[in-house]
């Protein structure tokens, strides 16, 4: 039999343009993984910098840097392509992980977090791909982005958050699809 694949919730930004962040807590422990899909965008903000593009992700509420202590990225770009290699932080960062306002299409992706109720301190790993369309002089115009790392805490993920870069608000409609995943069937 096929692996089940079941829409879990939605969280959409609803708030007249000032939401800063959506969350989804109370994730059933029911499935073998979870796959969050996303469109965001700012709401009448246009970032000057590509780091001010960045989303935060946590889990359960954690933004201790033990937590994330591993994160991998490579991106494809209009002038280029790059890698980079994050130590430890205090989120899954996702770099161009929202659209600015600007932009004809916002940033849009797909997270997969992989073992979600594994309670040992290691075992649960994150991956992320996502794209981007933005006006910036930084050549993060047309990205393609890919990221991956572990998942450092000794408990189910229950609740995970994405945050903005410096609490600038999401657009209205922008919205994160959680769904569960049952590899067992």
Known sequence: MPATHEL???????GGGSTT????????????????????KYNSYNPTSASYSNTFWRVNGDSTSSVYPFMYGGMMYG????????????????????????TPQ??????????????????KSIQSRH????????????????QSGNLNTAAA????????????????DSNIRLYGIDRTA
Not at 35 to 40: D, F, P, R, T
Not at 83 to 95: C, G, H, K
Request: glycine share 6%.
């Open 157 to 172: 993920v229950t609740s995970i958050k994405v945050i903005t870069y410096n609490g600038n608000y999401i657009k209205d």
């Open 21 to 40: 962040a959506l969350e989804f807590t109370a994730i059933p422990q029911t499935f073998t993984d979870l796959e969050l899909v996303w469109s965001l």
């Open 79 to 102: 002038s280029g392509s790059a890698r980079y290699y994050y130590n430890a932080s205090t989120s899954f960062e996702i770099l161009s992980g929202i659209g600015s306002t600007n």
């Open 131 to 146: 794209s981007c369309i933005q006006y910036s002089g930084n050549s993060y115009d047309r990205s393609h982005m890919m």
């Open 8 to 14: 879990i919730q939605v969280q959409t930004a609803s």
């Open 106 to 123: 916002s940033a849009c992706g797909r997270m997969m977090i992989f073992d979600y109720t594994n309670t040992a301190t290691t075992g």
